[in-house]
């Protein structure tokens, strides 16, 4: 591609950056509103994070979701990365077109059909919802994604290395231990963090796989939001866009890492 | 490309079987019962759906509970309009808010593809910051800006654009500009990788031999772009066929696409059957873009 803006790009990247991110700030902003009206500001004030703490459901819920999103993380990763590495390292298996097929599928699946043929595996296999059947589902959609990470990374590096190892006396098992390990491990902790914020998000999946006692955080929020737009959810909201941006930049520069020692 | 040779083979066998058994199990499974379910009847019992198959009365109560499967549910959706008006109104809906999100998307891919290289890396991770965070809280945001009193409406008001706030929020509008804003990155990602591979010189030999900028854009780099365009298409069009969360936060309750039909059926209703039959109708119509997605799109060639 010819580099060079023209004022029409420059002009589109301002708006596209505007668009994008001026609705998040807003939310941020009325956060630290002292009126309870959100469209009315009333002065900077941080009762909402104070009142964010004595609610008990929410705080209860919140410790909820990072349980789930640290258990089914790390689950994820591990099929992730086993799913990516028979992809890409293993050479040609019996099966191997229908596993790239169920590796892609769950990516763009709309969530409502997911959720809900989950739900009824659970019920006709006789497995009581709650934690459990969450983190199952989140394992499932969100492998796929640490895989499409972990394959993307496995595909660009150079296979000589591998070869040299073997070449210079190492086993395939101690070359994959020595060499594409290291190599990789970046991506597979990048994926771990995708993962992990995918599952704290995840609303429409989580209401049909969850029971009682399992209510995650954006199921909370949604019972919220559907009465109205309050301070509290702004305030919420703000401390997950908070988690999140801190979790995004540390998988950019562990990638960038990864990028510069590969 | 292989390994020079193959690992041990129980390494092997442990690396393909965990993913195939996890995705088998969890994924293609339900999709049989989900299939299963589509051809029962409600039932106000428990669990809340018929035929149940009785493994104690062997033979015959796998012919009863086969027998007792029908395509009632199928006839239902065909013929009743609030069903058919439903799928309608999604794929309405989904193509022209896919059509919408390329529109925007485009110009955006084009300015990060003719940006410097140095800052490439920085105008992807702020593409895809936002889809970081949470969708339900993107689309909640826009609550308080399309409100009757929001944001937007203070706006027009004061610049004097408008005379009385505008109906905004639990519009079609309100749905589109949810779509588009959510869905964005999809959009510009695939685009971005196709214009980021065009070869410079392509559009430099056709301005040299006397076409215009403009003409270089509609004959070079846009026919050579389509392949990203579609598949961004195709990764925005799936998931809002299904999309929940923005009809149901800025639709309004009469807006009806047919994953808050799937939601409505299921847990208002308690009708476990016709909310499989809609995911299963629901599945059909999107199968096509995704075999051709996994094709175009496959685990792999996206990078993140």
Sequence with gaps: MKRGLTRFNVTSLVLGMAFLYLPILILVIYSFNASRLVTVWGGFSTHWYRGLLSNGPLMQSAWISLQLGIVSATLATIIGAALALALT???????????????????????????????????????????????IAHVTFTSCFVAVIVQSRLVSFDRSLEEAAVDLGATPAAAFRLVTIPIVLPA???????????????????????????????????????????????????LLIAIVTVTVLAITITLKRENSTG | MRMPQRGPDRGRIAIIGLPSLWLTVFFLVPFVIILRMSLSDPASAQPP??????????WAG??????????????????????????????????????????AGYPIALAMARASRRWQPFLIALIFLPFWTSFLIRVYAWIAILEQDGLLNQVLLAAGLVSAPLMLLNTEIAVQIGIVYTYLPFMVLPIYAALEKQDGSLVEAAQDLGSTPARAFWQVTLPLSLPGVLGGCILV?????????????????DMLMVGRLVWTEFFSNRDWPMASTIAVMLLAILALPIVIGQRRAGVGSMKP
Excluded: C
């Design chain 1, 89 to 135: 390292r293993l050479g040609p298996f019996r099966g191997r077109g229908l596993l790239a097929f169920l590796g892609f599928a769950p990516l763009v699946m709309p969530e409502i059909i997911t959720g809900l043929s989950l739900l009824l595996l659970f019920i006709v296999i006789g497995l009581d919802r709650g934690f459990w059947t969450v983190a």
């Design chain 1, 188 to 238: 597979i902790a990048a994926g771990w963090m995708l993962a992990f914020t995918l599952s704290l998000d995840d609303l429409v999946i989580a209401s049909f796989t969850s029971g009682p006692g399992a209510t995650t955080l954006p199921m909370r929020i949604y019972s919220q939001v559907r009465l109205g737009v309050t301070p509290e959810i702004n305030a919420i909201s703000t």
């Design chain 2, 237 to 253: 069009f799936i998931p809002v066929m299904g999309e929940f969360i923005i009809p149901d936060l800025l639709g309004g309750s």
């Design chain 2, 49 to 58: 759906y018929r035929p149940l198959l009785d493994w104690s009365q062997g």
């Design chain 2, 62 to 103: 796998i012919r009863l509970f086969i027998e007792g499967l029908d395509l009632e549910n199928y006839a239902t959706i065909l013929t009743d309009p609030l069903y058919a008006s439903a799928f309608l109104t999604s794929v309405r809906i989904a193509a022209t808010g896919t059509l919408l999100t390329l529109l």
